[in-house]
């Protein structure tokens, strides 16, 4: 209420007075006592405290005393101590809390000093502002504050390095410049962290160096060459990254900042810091958990105990991880804010960031996704696995350590692609894990070699019980398809790692017909090409045995669009994997089409109706007529009679302006053209299979044109029938069509941008008018204002004159007066000095006429004898003025 703040108010003066009146000793028992009170009413009134006048200077003029003791030898820092702390707390209640506050209980004396978020109002602010900015200018911009980090008293550091962070929360690069001035200050911040044993002032200089840390790239750059990094991995040695505690995160935290420099990640990556990295966020992973029974207590392969008990929330048991993880991808050359999203990891990014990746890679990176099949695992911390085996994959190095056979276990390739192909994992981790994975293998040739190479059949599970290769798991499923017994999901990223397999290697392409996948008599199929035809047939046989959808059907009952759990699906896969192969396998292709079993089941596809629902109608039917189409373009030679064939049943049965409707309705889908960006989410298609859907089609047209044109198909030379040339024809005229209309589109386009550009053009000369105007009469207005102060001018000039001039007349009155006045003290004086003569005169007579002895000594020999004596001291005080007028001529000028 008002009668408190009026008694805050005159308590701080009062204080304010004992401080101003003792502050030439501020080790003395009165300031001591002082600076107490003072606290104690900064903890009630702090508004009072800084409204009253030189409060706030006064204990900073305390602290930069008390700080120059700090450090000495002697005991005068022992003596000032208390007080220095009083001040410095003082100091730090009238900053304010800022965004932390200590909790209630974790004084300096508990080590458990903990700190928790709060809100401070405008009025805490701006006063906290006012104190920071008084701070800097009393403490020559807080070089002495960081003089008092060289205190013996652990307590005292602490009070000084939590004012150093409210004041840096405030006014930063005053505090940044002076630690760049003083390096000391750095070493004895470093110091406290290394070396210092109490948990809490240890903890403090951990929160100041994260602070400073985070945006000054030459602080960075100095706290890692004096050895942060080491000092801050071996202080995750010693927590339990698995609880995800407050001082682990701040200690990652700092390592964070200490990696988004190009300099100190090279400095970390030569001192072995990557190594540490690795096996710091291994450790946060598996995590270490208390085992509830220890005669139960079974150790796995992975490094788990089989019966745990975790006694920490799921979000603070991941918390350490994903940081860790974000350290990573800072390494790998994502930034920490596109760690989140949906992005690539680039291919390149520098000399320095190949070098990381490399780093990371040997030093086990890759290894944390065993942990991926681990059901303990959060959904999360999988998803930032995935993100971390995406920014490291473009590296050579990768691909050897997938590939890499351990001691014990099974290759780290085969471990991924069996979450791919079982159940049990999500299907957004599988999306995620596909995508990454399957974009692994197309980039790398050895990794394309090796999955072909597991496909044998000599290739058996590593150890009884042990997980099969990716190859043969890929072949099981494909097996089970080509028996009428598909599994949709499992199939469909099973024909994706096959499709990765293919791409862009044409020796993998050639082999895989010939691959003998089975041993005679124990499949459907023994060979590679033989096996796929006879999955993708399955697929197509399961898919036409279904029930038929009404016309006006959206949705399907079991297995939405948006995943892959339906039958329809796999054969979606499998017509993606056929297309890439066909087009770029003339073997297959020929095989392919010379087929007596998928060319029928490809025509039934290119009219299958809402037999899967609407969304697989189009798609399923659109690729299976891309896929025709791929056969129909095959280069001539042998089988030519086959294609020749194969044109007039397209035109029959489905038609040729159907067939190209077919192929333009997947290329139109939202599907296809706006995927989903996310890792997690699951797509249908990427833009890589755009592009080549686009000049796959592209490519049929012109063959088909070409195929008109000649009026025959191979070498066969047969004449196409009267009903498919008018369909060729209406074809060529619907191409036409298009052109005038993308002609006609152009044409209004190109109208459009030139009016454009006249509107713009008159709207920007009528600007320019408009500005050229009032920049006139901007100018008119400017003179008449200059000419109006020329006046005012002239006549304050004369004004002024008219004043002196007066002033002048004046002084000469004055100095008139004062030479009268002058002249009339002179006569005063010499009458006074006439006066004084005769007085004088007087009383000697009055003296003599005393000393005359009645006897008879005559009076005018008295008058003599007073007179001289009267004239004598007349003379001495004479001598006397004369002699200080010497001393005072030899003063001032010695040589004379």
């Known amino acids: 209420d008002a009668a408190s703040s009026i008694d805050a108010n005159i308590d701080a003066s009062s204080l304010v007075d004992r401080l101003a009146g003792a502050d030439t000793d501020p080790t003395s028992k009165k300031v001591q006592q002082a600076l107490a009170e003072l606290k104690e009413l900064v903890r009630r009134a702090p508004a009072a405290v800084v409204a009253s006048q030189g409060a706030v200077p006064a204990v900073l003029r305390v602290v930069t005393r008390l700080s120059h003791a700090c450090g000495q030898d002697d ?6 101590a208390e007080a220095l702390q009083d001040a410095l707390e003082t100091i730090g209640l009238l900053l304010g809390e800022g965004s932390v506050v200590p909790v209630v209980g974790g004084g300096p004396q508990s080590p458990s000093r903990g700190r928790q978020s709060v809100p401070e109002d405008e009025a805490a602010r701006r006063r906290g502002l006012e104190v920071a900015e008084a701070a800097i200018r009393h403490t020559e911009n807080g070089k002495q504050l960081l003089r008092i980090l060289s205190a013996r008293d652990v307590s005292t550091q602490y009070d000084a390095m939590v004012v150093l962070q409210r004041v840096y929360i405030k006014q930063p690069e005053p505090i940044n410049t002076a630690l760049l001035a003083d390096p000391m200050a750095i070493n004895r911040l470093m110091h406290i962290l290394q070396s210092c044993q109490i ?3 240890r903890n403090e200089s951990l929160s100041l160096l994260l602070l400073l840390t985070a945006s ?13 990094a080491e000092n801050i991995f071996d202080l995750l040695g ?32 030569e001192t072995g810091g990557i190594s540490a990295l690795v096996c710091a966020t291994i450790a946060a992973l598996e995590g270490k958990r208390a085992v509830v029974d220890e005669e139960d207590e079974e150790e796995e392969e992975d490094g788990f105990t089989s019966r745990v008990a975790l006694e920490v929330p799921e979000e603070a048991r991941w918390s350490c991880f994903l940081l860790l993880s974000d350290v990573i991808l800072l390494f790998a050359g994502i930034s920490a804010s596109a760690a989140g999203g949906p992005g690539i990891a680039p291919e390149g990014g520098g000399p320095e960031v190949v070098s990381n990746r490399d780093a990371l890679v040997r030093g086990g990176a890759l290894d944390l996704l065993r942990q991926l099949s681990d059901a303990r695992v959060s959904f999360d911390a999988k998803l930032r696995l995935v993100r971390v085996f995406e920014a490291l994959e473009p590296v050579p190095l990768a691909a050897k350590r997938l590939e890499a056979i351990p001691e014990k276990g099974v290759p780290l390739l085969s471990s991924l692609a069996s979450i791919l192909v079982t159940q049990g994992a999500s299907l957004e981790l599988k999306s995620a894990l596909s995508r990454v994975l399957c974009r692994t293998i197309a980039r790398h040739a050895p990794l394309q070699l090796s999955l072909l190479a597991s496909l044998s059949p000599q290739l058996e599970a590593l150890e009884p019980g042990g997980a099969m290769p990716a190859g043969r798991l890929v072949v099981s499923l494909l097996e089970r398809a080509a028996e009428g017994r598909p599994q949709p999901q499992q199939l469909w990223f099973a024909f994706h790692l096959v499709l990765a397999m293919l791409l862009g290697n044409a020796s993998v392409q050639t082999a895989l017909p010939t691959m003998r996948i089975a041993f005679a008599g124990e499949g459907p199929a023994e060979l590679g090409l033989d096996l796929i035809l006879a999955s993708f047939s399955g697929c197509a046989r399961k898919c036409l045995e279904a029930g038929v959808f009404p ?8 297995g939405s669009p948006e995943s892959p759990d339906v039958p329809a699906a796999a054969l979606l896969a499998a017509l993606k994997l056929l297309s890439y192969w066909l087009a770029s396998c003339p073997q297959a292709c020929m095989a392919f089409a010379s087929s007596p079993v998928t060319v029928p089941r490809v025509m039934d596809l290119m009219l299958l109706g809402n037999a899967c629902g609407p969304f697989f109608k189009v798609h399923l039917e659109g690729l299976a007529a891309l896929l025709m189409g791929i056969c129909i373009k095959g280069e001539e030679g042998a089988g030519s009679d086959d294609i020749a064939a194969l044109m007039p049943l397209v035109a029959k049965k489905v ?26 989410n699951f797509r249908w298609y990427n833009s890589r299979f755009r592009s080549f859907l686009r000049e796959q089609q592209q490519a049929v047209q012109r063959r088909m044109v070409q195929l008109y044109v000649a009026e025959g198909i191979g070498s066969g030379g047969s004449a196409l029938s009267e009903d498919v040339a008018d369909q060729y024809k209406q074809l060529i005229r619907i191409q036409d069509e298009k052109f005038r209309e993308v002609q006609h589109e152009n044409e209004q386009l190109r109208a459009e941008v030139e009016a454009f550009m006249r509107k713009s053009l008159q709207a920007s000369s009528v600007a320019l008018a408009e500005k050229a105007e009032a920049s006139r009469l901007e100018n008119e207005a400017l003179h008449r204002e200059v000419a109006q102060l020329e006046r005012e001018s002239a006549e304050g000039r004369m004004r002024l004159e008219r004043e002196l001039q007066q002033a002048r007349t004046l002084v000469a009155e004055l100095e008139q007066q004062r030479q009268s006045m002058a002249v009339g003290y002179e006569q005063v004086e010499r009458t006074s000095e006439d006066l004084r003569r005769e007085l004088e005169e007087l009383r000697a007579v009055q003296r003599a006429s005393k000393r005359v002895d009645p006897v008879g000594q005559p009076l005018a020999l008295a008058r003599e004898v007073e007179e001289e004596r009267r004239r004598a001291e007349e003379l001495q005080r004479e001598r006397t003025d004369l002699l200080e007028l010497l001393g005072c001529v030899i003063a001032a000028c010695p040589d004379a």
Request: hydrophobic content about 30%; proline content about 3%; aromatic content about 2%.
């Open 551 to 558: 016309d006006d059907e959206v949705t399907i009952d079991s």
């Open 75 to 80: 005991d005068t820092e022992d003596d000032g």
């Open 238 to 269: 010693d927590e339990d990254l698995g609880k995800g505690g407050k001082v682990a995160r701040d200690l990652i935290r700092c390592l964070k900042n200490l990696a988004g420099s190009t300099t100190c990640q090279r400095c970390i990556r």
């Open 199 to 201: 948990d809490y002032v």
């Open 655 to 680: 038609g040729i302006e159907e067939f190209q409707g077919k192929v333009e309705r997947v290329i139109r889908s939202d599907v296809l053209q706006r995927p989903p960006r996310s890792l997690a």
């Open 216 to 228: 000054n790239p030459d602080i960075q750059q100095i706290v890692t060459m004096q050895g942060l």
